[in-house]
């Protein structure tokens, strides 16, 4: 049987905190992988799941155990994480609105037809996409407050502008023009509000406050579409 050579990180900090302990394990046989597993998993007290690591010829090359933790109060404690989900909510909400009422404008104003009316979303898309790679860089010269702070004040102007439209202003200029800065402003919001919602997070809480992240994601557009849904209704 081939000799698979498995690099291993595991998650204990070091004794002086310098990082974290890396081992070299090489695997000739399906005990001892169960071996291993026991040997990096028997001390978590909670659920945990697996990141493997595979190289071009689908051999592995590194197994990370991940926490996945409990929600607790720590979680959403630090002012920076819960101000992180409480804006995630609501910025989530208004964006699921803004893409729900959009399409219906397009084709009672405009006479889009329902195709039409979602490429009318291209200039939004496409610069939310161009913007979105550029946020790391970003973030190293301004930092993450700023850009949030930017992106929701852009993504709001875009929407004002939006709200104003009517046929005889057209398509550019009342629908493609406030897209172009709610895309600069997604772009800009949706990285740094996820690393606001995981900041400072302890190793065993870190798999929590992921959850926590895209729980407030989907809650924020599921309530606040219910909302607009139920108005448009009545």
Not at 6 to 20: A, I, T
Not at 24 to 49: M, P
Not at 72 to 91: D, K, P, T
Not at 214 to 228: A, D, E, L, T
Request: proline share 3%.
């Amino acid at each position: 049987m081939n000799k698979i050579e498995l690099s291993c990180v595991r998650l204990d900090r070091l004794p002086d905190d310098s990082g974290y302990r890396l081992e070299r394990y090489t695997l000739t046989s399906l005990v001892e992988a169960q071996k291993l597993g026991h040997q990096l998993l028997d001390h978590y007290d909670r659920e945990i799941f697996m990141v493997i690591g595979l190289d071009c010829h689908q051999k592995i090359t590194v197994v990370n155990p991940v926490v996945i933790g409990n929600i607790n109060f720590a979680v959403i404690s630090l002012r920076e994480r819960l101000g992180g989900y409480i804006a995630r909510f609501f910025y989530l909400g208004a964006m699921m609105s803004m893409w729900f009422l959009t399409p219906q404008i397009m084709q009672t104003q405009l006479h889009f037809t329902p195709l039409q009316a979602g490429l009318g979303f291209f200039p939004l898309t496409i610069v939310s996409f161009i913007v979105a790679v550029q946020v790391a860089k970003l973030t190293d010269r301004f930092g993450n407050t700023k850009l949030l702070i930017v992106g929701i004040i852009l993504t709001v102007i875009g929407m004002f502008a939006i709200s104003f439209f009517s046929a005889q202003v057209g398509y550019t200029v009342g629908i493609a023009l406030p897209m172009i800065l709610m895309g600069i402003g997604q772009g800009l919001t949706l990285s740094p509000l996820t690393v606001a919602g995981v900041a400072n997070t302890l190793l065993e809480d870190s798999g929590a406050a992921s959850g926590v992240v895209n729980m407030v994601h989907q809650i924020g557009g599921s309530v606040c579409m219910g909302y607009i849904s139920s108005l448009c209704a009545s």
